[in-house]
């Protein structure tokens, strides 16, 4: 039978270790989300500056 302090280490550990989980895992979800805001910025100011251009100039 484990002691309470037993005990008390593992549910410390256990808690310890679902945070860190959750902290990287948000950190993937906000990076995840930042790349998607940025690939989105640069493709609609790409959209913006072909209609912002006179056909004669476009490439």
């Given amino acids: 039978m484990p002691t ?3 005990l008390a ?3 410390y550990k256990a808690f310890s ?3 860190m989980v959750l902290t990287v895992y948000g950190a993937f979800l ?3 989300r930042a790349y998607r805001f940025f690939q ?3 493709a609609l100011r790409q959209a913006a500056q072909q209609q912002a251009d006179p056909p004669a100039l476009r490439d």
């Fill in 9 to 11: 280490d593992f549910g």
């Fill in 17 to 19: 270790g679902s945070m």
């Fill in 30 to 32: 906000c990076s995840a």
């Fill in 40 to 42: 989105r910025r640069g």
């Fill in 4 to 6: 309470a302090k037993q």
